[in-house]
């Protein structure tokens, strides 16, 4: 171990105990990844990194006790949640210490629609306690039971729930973010509001977050239900129309093409060969008018049952959002993903997409709201709803999938960067408010060096 590392462990191994360290062997290297192996550009680049020890603090005050010893040495510290990001967000670009913040997993309260809770509390956790206090999470990755929310409000954006609530960042749905700065005396600087905001989906570069509030939902009770046809075009209509009708209470809206449903193995008895697949999670006491209308529209309803209080598999859910690229993966290692964002002319954008790469993109919709205030009700606005995805992409090479993206890009339709572990500067506004806040928790440029691009200190930036 480099001498440095050395006065640390040593430091750290008094401070919270040797048993919670990691320094070598697979849990080291496990510590220090995620999932940005779905990237074919991100593998050459992310797999060499690791952390030199994993810090895994049961308490604020441990937590606080690793920071400062960390600041002292002058290392990297890079902060984890369950791992569960595609993009490298909490790979240690640098080396230095990750700290794995699962045993800070407290629920503190649930209280008037408002969860207040740690950061490595798992998220299907937080759904089964706020179910029993007639609640539900707004919005929560396929991932839930064992995604953290911090590292979904450090890493992600959206999903399930999404096409009701938006994302993590819409309207209420943070209401503050407590951050401990990496300083000789670490603070707490609790955020709240619009300026919350600007902490979200920053990779753990702006400090380290301790205790997160967040709004909750009234509870419903869903069905899952799956629709399936030969005609993707009556399909998409339907979905399309069935999601953006107010009166219709829906958590998932989600689009597969063939042979997309394929790929669903334990899903196998529920698939039909050459068919399309929709799903839907709605308001149980709105199952019958819903299976009725598709059936009215061509559509078969081949899966029907009710998400379990307190949820237990199967969940429909474990096929959405990037899960489906984990499925396909595993009949077709070939494929990786795109993030992709349509107009209201999607269908015009995607034929032409397709049309221009025959047999290299396979469509996978999800639906969202762009504005959640105008969702629900007879007098719900249709174009409150947008249209989303994640295309699955037969990968050839670098050089054709930027030609892939840049076509996308051509046709209007707005591409995330998920091949790339640098974080997405959405706006010179998000950028300036997130330099300000690394300033202000990270003075010496130590937290998760490498991944805030565009920000000037980062003492490693020589070093590999």
């Not at 001498?3 to 750290?12: C, I, K, M, R, T």
């Not at 496990?30 to 952390?51: C, G, H, I, V």
């Not at 806040?437 to 920000?455: F, I, Q, W």
Request: glycine residues 10%; proline residues 7%; hydrophobic residues 40%.
């Amino acid at each position: 171990m480099n001498p440095v590392f050395g006065s640390v462990h040593a430091q750290l191994s008094a401070l919270i105990g040797a048993e919670n360290l990691v320094t070598e062997g697979d849990s080291l290297d496990t510590l220090s990844k995620d999932y940005y192996w779905y990237s074919p550009l991100l593998r050459p680049q992310l797999d060499p990194k690791r952390a030199d020890l994993v810090a895994r603090p049961g308490s604020v005050e441990e937590l606080r006790a690793v920071i400062s010893a960390c600041f002292a040495a002058g290392v990297a510290v890079t902060p984890r949640g369950g791992g569960t990001g595609n993009y490298g967000q909490c790979v240690p670009i640098h080396g230095g210490v990750v700290i794995d913040v699962s045993r800070l997993d407290r629920i503190h309260s649930v209280e008037g629609g408002v969860v207040r809770a740690e950061p490595g509390v798992r998220l299907g956790t937080i759904e089964t306690v706020a179910r029993a206090s007639g609640w539900e999470l707004r919005c929560y990755p396929s991932t839930w039971m064992k995604a953290t929310l911090g590292g979904f409000f450090g890493g992600g954006a959206g999903g399930i729930g999404g096409v009701r609530w938006g994302g993590i960042a819409s309207i209420d749905t943070v209401q503050s973010i407590t951050l401990m700065t990496l300083e000789a005396e670490p603070r707490i600087l609790r955020t709240t509001g619009a300026e919350a905001r600007v902490a979200l989906r920053t990779f753990g570069t702006t400090g380290v977050m301790v205790e997160i509030e967040m709004r909750l939902a009234p509870k419903l009770d869903y069905d899952q239900l799956a629709f399936c046809t030969p005609n993707w075009s009556a399909l998409l209509d339907w979905t399309d129309a069935a999601t953006r009708r107010g009166t219709w209470r829906k958590r998932v809206a989600s689009q597969f093409e063939w042979p997309i449903p394929s790929y669903f193995k334990p899903l196998k008895k529920h698939v039909r060969e050459n068919e399309h697949m929709s799903f839907l999670l709605v308001d149980r006491v709105q199952t019958d008018e819903v299976v009725q209308s598709a059936a009215e529209a061509g559509l078969t309803c081949v899966y029907r049952r009710p998400l379990l209080d307190p949820p237990k598999p199967p969940f429909l859910s474990d096929f959405t959002f990037n899960h489906t690229t984990l499925w396909a993966m595993k009949t077709e290692p070939a494929i990786t993903y795109l993030q992709a964002g349509f107009t209201q002319d999607f269908r015009r954008q995607m034929a032409a997409w397709q049309a221009k790469f025959p047999g290299e993109i396979l469509i996978h919709l999800e639906w969202g709201a762009i504005d959640p205030l105008r969702v629900d009700g007879p007098d719900a606005s249709p174009d409150a709803i947008g249209v989303g995805g994640i295309p699955l992409v037969f990968y050839q090479s670098e050089a054709r999938f930027r030609e892939l993206i840049a076509a996308g890009v051509e046709l209007g339709i707005s591409i995330g960067n998920t091949h790339s572990y640098h974080l997405p500067e959405v706006s010179v506004e998000n950028t300036a408010a997130r330099h300000a806040l690394k300033r202000e928790v990270d003075p010496r440029g130590l937290c998760n060096p490498g991944k805030m691009k565009s920000y000037p200190i980062n003492p490693f930036a020589a070093t590999k």
